[in-house]
T-cell receptor
Framework: DAGVTQSPTHLIKTRGQQVTLRCSPK?????VSWYQQALGQGPQFIFQ???????QRGNFPDRFSGHQFPNYSSELNVNALLLGDSALYLC?????????????FGSGTQLSVL | TQLLEQSPQFLSIQEGENLTVYCNSS?????LQWYRQEPGEGPVLLVT?????EVKKLKRLTFQFGDARKDSSLHITAAQPGDTGLYLC??????????FGSGTKLNVKP
């Protein structure tokens, strides 16, 4: 049973570029959340997708957008990259939107913006 | 801005010692979770506490949720090198929005 898979594992971009990160949730999970983890910090909630719609959003600008596909996989898009966008981007999946659901995290995509 | 403050930020101890990590907030959470994260990996859930005053034990780890559901602690007895990692608390707020603390980086030396 595959867990949460993310691709790519590492990515290097330059300022102003756009990037797309991908996530496949754990089998049986229908909810995908994205987090940004800067070096030495805890994960910061970006947004959550359920039934192909954005259900919750954290305090991130519109440059951060996402999508969920019918097979529950998800993409995170970041436009007009800034140096401060360099971070580990984590995807977490869960079954349903109950606050008691367990989050399963992928290993993340390490994004470096030069 | 972190809703949850964790202390200490760093902890380096010898194998066999005990330690306590704290997670504090001015907000009330519907539940609180503790995760451990190792380098190059995503966080892994250790426990969820829901009721104020609740205490849960996971082998040598003891988790407590404050009576007012604003704070929590994690106590590790007789720490081992395998306990090394980043410990994160996460408060669940406003229905399924998880706010993470900045973490406590624990290093247990053999």
């Amino acid at each position: 049973d595959a867990g949460v898979t993310q691709s790519p594992t590492h990515l290097i971009k330059t300022r102003g570029q756009q990037v797309t990160l991908r996530c496949s949730p754990k089998s049986g999970h229908d909810t995908v959340s994205w987090y940004q983890q800067a070096l030495g910090q805890g994960p910061q909630f970006i947004f959550q997708y359920y039934e192909e719609e954005e259900r919750q959003r954290g305090n991130f600008p519109d440059r951060f957008s996402g999508h969920q596909f019918p097979n529950y996989s998800s993409e995170l898009n970041v436009n007009a990259l800034l140096l401060g966008d360099s971070a580990l981007y984590l995807c977490a999946s869960s079954a349903g939107t109950s606050s008691r659901e367990k989050l399963f995290f992928g290993s993340g995509t390490q994004l470096s913006v030069l | 801005t972190q809703l949850l403050e964790q202390s200490p930020q760093f902890l380096s101890i010898q194998e066999g010692e005990n330690l306590t990590v704290y997670c504090n907030s001015s907000s009330v959470f519907s539940s609180l979770q503790w995760y451990r994260q190792e380098p190059g990996e995503g966080p892994v859930l250790l426990v969820t506490v829901v009721t104020g005053g609740e205490v849960k034990k996971l082998k040598r780890l003891t988790f407590q949720f404050g009576d007012a559901r604003k704070d929590s602690s994690l106590h590790i007895t007789a720490a081992q090198p395998g306990d090394t990692g980043l410990y994160l608390c996460a408060g669940v707020y406003n229905f399924n929005k998880f706010y993470f603390g900045s973490g406590t980086k624990l290093n247990v030396k053999p």
